[in-house]
Nanobody, 122 residues
Framework: QVQLVESGGGLVQAGGSLRLSCATS????????MGWFRQAPGKERELLAS????????YYTDSVKGRFTISRDNAKNTVYLQMSNLKPEDMAVYYC???????????????WGQGIQVTVSS
């Protein structure tokens, strides 16, 4: 069992930056591949980025490539999502996720955080 707690969300102007953090407790984070998802009202939860257990490989969905960066610090049991050049369409609830397998879809996820709101003003 692992618990995931997101932080760092909030209100930002378009073009600005935010860094989300996901602190984990329970089993060590190095056991899991990690990912960040988001869900806007009326839309499905979508994968934004994922990272393998060692951090050696990452995946990004096209809409965030070049703007978002996922990273992990296994010693701190924390995963990050650095977001830059934010757009109004990035506004959503952002979720941290953990899985025993690499994450390419929400069905790959074993554990979810509670979510955190990101609001982008135009």
């Amino acid at each position: 069992q692992v618990q995931l707690v997101e932080s760092g969300g909030g209100l930002v102007q378009a073009g600005g930056s935010l860094r989300l953090s996901c602190a984990t407790s329970g089993r060590t984070i190095s056991t899991y591949a990690m990912g960040w998802f988001r869900q806007a009202p009326g839309k499905e939860r979508e994968l934004l980025a994922s990272i393998t257990r060692s951090g050696g490989n990452t995946y990004y969905t096209d809409s965030v490539k070049g703007r978002f960066t996922i990273s992990r610090d296994n010693a701190k049991n924390t995963v990050y999502l650095q977001m830059s050049n934010l757009k109004p369409e990035d506004m959503a609830v952002y979720y941290c996720a953990a899985s025993r397998q690499n994450i390419f879809h929400r069905y790959d996820v074993d554990y979810w955080g509670q979510g955190i709101q990101v609001t982008v003003s135009s």
